[in-house]
């Protein structure tokens, strides 16, 4: 394990309900090709803060990455739904790109 990661690690045991840490380590864990770890720490994170909205685009790019493409989807459009919903027009703009990107592609 990088330090990096043991780093983020001993923060999330210091402090569990910390999102950015938590939302730090899954991007850590992706960059590293760990993706299916950095999925499980994303839904983590999603099932601790469901209205998160920077975590939709990364985990639906993750489960991408593992050719989950309906669950890709349906965080795509769950993400669209807490982005609009907190006027993260920005947000949900991405995620609608990648969610049209991917159905193009799929």
Known sequence: MSNKINQLVAFLKADPNDG???FALAMELQKLGRIDDAVKVYQQLLSK????????????????QLNRTNEALKTYITGIEVASKHNDFHAASELQQAKTDLEWND
């Open 20 to 22: 950015f840490t938590r």
């Open 49 to 64: 803060d469901p209205d998160y909205v920077g975590v939709y685009y990364h985990l639906g790019k993750a489960l991408e």
